[in-house]
């Protein structure tokens, strides 16, 4: 299992920026769960996880941006009791709206309550949302969790950032399978995602930099899913090249990727990779 401390350098977990759109909540969802999992928690309580974050992102889809395009941040921080949860938006407050029954945002939260062992609520109108959730490991315990710095976003894709590289794996596979399946890949495209990624996180470890870091990006736009993972430590994104190939085929596993580039960047090195989204029929 992984080390799940925080350090002075700030937590162990996850920030994630996204779009706040409805097809995103699956995307926080799968990358929690990952996270959960590692840490060991139980599954009753990944459930309660899956319930409360589905809930808390779901109000900022619905309320924060009046329909218009806007940030949605989430924070996860795990320590040896448990995972504290921060959801943020920077949009009017949540509030009904006219098309949108009162009741639905009083049940939302009020489930939120009732599931974790800790909840915490606060903003106001035109001052954004911050939601806060405290689960235990196994179905007991309270914790607090302060609040924490949401990851800027500044484009289209997803963003996270993982605070040990040794999350990576089950955070990443789990993210880029949800994504993957979105777009009109095959379950061989599919496949090949996860296999690759699954293969990176696990030689990837150790090319991070001192802190341990992970910076990654995630788009599946028109153009299919793209991932940009980083930044590596002087080499580290070769050595992870040299590490894909399989000497008793001659080949690597980076051809399981349409595209696989090292792209260098003022905070180091990182690995480009993009699964095309197949060209319609004539």
């Known amino acids: 299992m992984a080390d799940t401390s925080t350090t002075s350098d700030g937590p162990s977990g996850l920030e994630m920026s996204l779009p706040a759109r409805a097809e995103n909540v699956t995307v926080v969802r799968h990358a929690l769960a990952g996270l959960a999992e590692e840490i060991g928690m139980d599954a009753p309580g990944i459930a309660d996880l899956k319930t409360v974050v589905t809930e808390a992102c779901m109000n900022v889809v619905v309320h924060a941006y009046d329909g218009q395009p806007g940030p949605l941040s989430v ?52 001052r954004g949302t911050e939601v806060e959730m405290r689960l235990p490991l196994h179905g007991g315990g309270a914790g607090e969790g302060g609040p924490g710095t949401p990851v800027e976003s500044t484009s289209d894709a997803t963003e996270i950032v993982v605070g040990r590289s040794e999350l990576l794996g089950p955070v990443l596979a789990r993210i880029v399978g949800a994504l993957a399946a979105r777009r009109d890949l095959s379950v061989d495209r599919v496949s090949d995602a996860v296999l690759l990624t699954d293969a990176i996180a696990e030689v990837a470890p150790g090319q991070f930099g001192a802190d341990g870091k992970v910076k990654l990006a995630l788009a599946d736009g028109d153009r299919g899913l793209e991932l940009r993972l980083g930044p590596m430590e002087d080499g580290g994104a070769e050595r992870i090249r040299e590490q894909l190939r399989v000497p008793d085929v001659g080949g690597s596993l980076e051809a399981l990727a349409d595209e696989f ?22």
Do not use: K, Q
């Open 261 to 282: 580039e090292v792209e260098g960047a003022a905070d180091g090195d990182y690995l480009a990779i993009r699964f095309r989204t197949p060209s319609p029929a004539p």
């Open 75 to 126: 924070e996860a921080d795990p320590d040896a009791d448990g995972l504290t949860v921060i959801v943020r938006d920077s949009g009017v407050g949540i509030r009904p709206r006219p098309e949108v029954e009162p009741s639905s945002l009083r049940l939302g939260l009020s489930l939120i309550a009732a599931l974790s062992s800790s909840f915490s609520f606060s903003g106001g109108l035109n």
